[in-house]
């Protein structure tokens, strides 16, 4: 994202009522969990707050 904008917004479309575990990568190698959370709807938007000039960012919904 560029400095002084909105961060990007990630919407995630998946049944509720299951934990999921949001991921980030720059490689599509390596990847960091941002956040786990409980999905109470069936979609649930997040905003990236972390993302700062990356050339290439990745993400990912996995079940724990």
Known sequence: S???TNPP????AAPPGRFYSLEISSNL?????VTNYFGMECVTVFA????TNNAARYYR???P
């Not at 917004?9 to 995630?12: D, G, P, S, W």
């Not at 190698?29 to 969990?33: E, I, N, P, R, S």
């Not at 990236?48 to 993302?51: M, P, R």
């Open 29 to 33: 190698a390596h990847w960091t969990t």
């Open 61 to 63: 919904i996995l079940l």
């Open 48 to 51: 990236d707050l972390t993302a």
């Open 9 to 12: 917004l990630i919407r995630v």
């Open 2 to 4: 560029v400095p002084g």
